[in-house]
């Protein structure tokens, strides 16, 4: 029987997909759930969704919850986390303390400045989570949803032995969102994908081994197309290459799209995407929903008299279905660049193939990345790593270089003016960062 253990399984709609994703597997229909946060009331709504999953679908799975995780892990086979370090209380202030200066940014959770005092107060999190799997269920495999993405698990890859993989949707949505596009069946389409997180890119795009490229590119001039991710089809018909993950995201990442009013008016707000990069997306979500009584909607879910029980579309399920002997399973995953990708910096954590099977996880070598889509990626690599690097080390000046090396921000400021930005960062998040014993900059 598998023990899968869920750490922040408040994140309601998170937890009930992935449980229900699980349990459609035979291997899995008698697995122990086991619930961990440190929100009671969250901690409570996700059980009793869990346990109506369960129950609705005749299974033989035991669903358990608990705020102690050292006491959940014990046994554990698989682990799925999918933590926020902080409230929406403190981490406003990753979004507005850069637009006091000039940063215009959409999401934030990734990389940049935001993404980046994110990272420095999840990591020790996340670390102290490894090293407790190190302790109490050290063959088991985490399988990690939190962002910001290649910083948390480079910095896990660097201080602990775990079994790790990070998972983001953005690949299979993206190439599900091409599909529709091409007018092709769901599913039919053939690809390689590779890069960082939110960075990867289709190196190969085919259909019953014909390229799809030419044909995409065409596409780009029906404007139903091409408005739906205008930045992302500006990158694709800049580089060559489609890119994962949201133009709303992307805009972020580089020195194009969000440097100038008028081009964050241009390419950043009339998208027709889910997110097309208005100003603190996310951010003004979070507080929709606080203020909008989310308990409500939790409620409304869990006293519906019929649920949906289908399979979704995320890894998670069939990778631990894999890992625990059943089928073998492909998909793109976050893991440590072991020779994986030639011309993106050793250890980083990049996004490529992986198999999953009983074994564990492999890694698919990918080769170099083409110079058109390199540079920007390689960039962004190394920058994570210098910003863990300095988390790790309690080391202010590190942060401050990295940030220094990001492109929107280098875009917009001067050396001086990032310092003083920064600083003004490390000021409001002192509370939150202990490793930083002092801040000179």
């Known amino acids: ?19 229900r994703d699980l349990l459609t597997f035979d291997l899995l229909s008698d697995a122990e759930i086991a619930l961990v946060d440190i929100n009671k009331q969250r901690l409570d709504f996700a059980k009793r969704a869990c346990q109506k999953i369960v129950d609705q679908g005749g299974y033989k799975a035991t669903v358990t919850a608990t705020t102690d995780r050292r006491q959940a892990l014990k046994g554990a086979h698989a682990v799925c986390v999918t933590i926020l370090s902080g409230s929406t209380s403190v981490w406003q202030h990753d979004i507005l303390i850069p637009k006091k200066y000039g940063i215009d940014t959409n999401v934030g959770d990734t990389r940049g400045p935001s993404g980046i005092f994110r990272a420095l107060r999840t990591i020790p999190e996340m670390v102290a989570i490894a090293r407790d799997m190190e302790q109490l269920c050290p063959r088991a495999m985490m399988l990690n949803y939190t962002n910001p993405m290649a910083m948390l698990c480079h910095a896990m890859n660097r201080e602990t032995s775990i079994q790790l993989t990070g998972l ?62 205008q930045v992302r089809n500006e990158m694709f018909l800049a580089l060559g290459y489609y890119v994962t993950e949201s133009s709303g995201h992307n805009s972020e990442y580089n020195w194009w799209f969000r440097k100038r009013p008028d081009l964050v008016r241009k390419y950043c707000r009339d998208g027709t995407g889910w997110n097309p990069g208005q100003y603190a997306y996310i951010l003004k979500a979070y ?32 990778i631990i279905n894999a890992y625990m002997g059943g089928d073998l399973y492909r998909f793109n995953g976050n893991v440590a660049n072991d020779g994986l990708i030639d011309n993106l910096p050793t250890g980083s954590c990049v996004e490529v193939p992986v198999l999953a099977s009983s074994k564990g996880l492999e890694p698919v070598r990918v080769g170099s990345l083409p110079a058109s ?11 994570e790593m210098m910003a863990v690097d300095g988390c790790l080390k309690g080391d202010a000046e590190l942060v401050y270089q990295a ?17 003083k930005m920064v600083r003004e960062m490390f000021k409001k998040n002192q509370k939150w960062l202990p490793q930083f014993k002092k801040v000179n900059l």
């Open 1 to 19: 029987m598998a023990k899968v253990v869920f750490i922040g399984a408040g994140s309601f709609g998170f937890t009930r997909g992935l449980v």
């Open 168 to 229: 983001c949707h953005s690949v299979q949505g993206t190439a599900s969102m091409i599909e529709g596009w091409l007018k092709l069946k769901p599913g039919s389409m053939e690809y390689t994908c590779a890069g960082i997180n939110h960075m990867a890119w289709y190196l190969k795009l085919e259909h019953k081994g014909r390229d799809l490229y030419p044909r995409l590119k065409r596409t780009m001039q029906d404007k139903a197309v091409y408005n739906h991710e």
């Open 287 to 318: 507080q929709a929903r606080e203020g909008g009584g989310w308990q409500k909607s939790v409620r409304d879910w869990i006293n519906q008299d019929q649920i949906d029980l289908r399979r979704g579309h995320e890894y998670a399920a069939s």
């Open 403 to 419: 940030i220094a090396h990001d492109p929107l921000t280098a875009a917009k400021l001067s050396l001086a003016e990032i310092r």
């Open 373 to 383: 889509v390199a540079m920007l990626t390689g960039l962004s690599a190394q920058i």
